[in-house]
T-cell receptor, first 118, second 112 residues
Framework: SQTIHQWPATLVQPVGSPLSLECTVE??????LYWYRQAAGRGLQLLFY??????ISSEVPQNLSASRPQDRQFILSSKKLLLSDSGFYLC?????????????????FGEGSRLTVL | SQQGEEDPQALSIQEGENATMNCSYK?????LQWYRQNSGRGLVHLIL?????REKHSGRLRVTLDTSKKSSSLLITASRAADTASYFC????????????FGPGTSLSVIP
């Protein structure tokens, strides 16, 4: 069965410090990978998504970046955090085969990382 | 991109009542998914409805789909306090390059 791991679960960082959130998926290959951010009481904002190693699409101009160094690893980073980067970050994956077929299109989410920037 | 938009954004009901949430979307779809998010947790898939289906049931959940109006509804019958959560809809991606964009969700509060 497939699982998704996301860490750390919680972190408190000072303004201007770097950030690294990591997400890994097990039990599948060539997944589509997504990073979302959710402000308190709000919906999900798509930040990045990736259809393959080294292929990253950025949805929102910001001081965040994403990388996919391995097939099932997705990393969200920042060199200098802003107060506005605070939020709940969710990683998700969806199935895709070598021909780009998405199956049911269901997204599977990690448990999230809560970031507080002070 | 595939995007759903939920309505209402907040809903408060008494335990035992039914809760209805609506979803609108703009593009043609293959499937539409409903997700649930408990406070401080990730989203969990609830139910999928295919474009050739008009209604689907799963336990206390009933989902309808009207592709001519590009809308869907989620009905939770005999609600329980444990149903308190946010609910999101999302059309399924058709290709690998389709973005999945969520709306604001419906925040459901079930009062014991």
């Amino acid at each position: 069965s497939q699982t998704i791991h996301q860490w750390p679960a919680t972190l408190v960082q000072p303004v201007g410090s770097p950030l690294s959130l990591e997400c890994t998926v097990e039990g599948t290959s060539n997944p589509n990978l997504y990073w979302y951010r959710q402000a308190a009481g709000r919906g999900l904002q798509l930040l990045f998504y990736s259809v393959g190693i080294g292929q990253i699409s950025s949805e929102v101009p910001q001081n965040l970046s994403a990388s996919r160094p391995q097939d099932r690893q997705f990393i969200l980073s920042s060199k200098k955090l802003l107060l506005s980067d605070s939020g709940f970050y969710l990683c998700a994956w969806s199935f895709t085969n070598e021909r780009g077929w998405m199956g049911t299109g269901e997204l599977f989410f990690g448990e999230g990382s809560r970031l507080t920037v002070l | 991109s595939q995007q759903g938009e939920e309505d209402p954004q907040a809903l408060s009901i008494q335990e035992g009542e039914n809760a209805t949430m609506n979803c609108s979307y703009k593009t043609s779809i293959n499937n539409l998914q409903w997700y649930r998010q408990n406070s401080g947790r990730g989203l969990v898939h609830l139910i999928l409805i295919r474009s050739n289906e008009r209604e689907k049931h799963s336990g206390r959940l009933r989902v309808t789909l009207d592709t001519s109006k590009k809308s869907s509804s989620l009905l939770i019958t005999a609600s329980r306090a444990a149903d308190t959560a946010s609910y999101f809809c999302a059309p399924s991606p058709v290709t690998s390059y389709d973005k999945v964009i969520f709306g604001p969700g419906t925040s459901l509060s079930v009062i014991p």
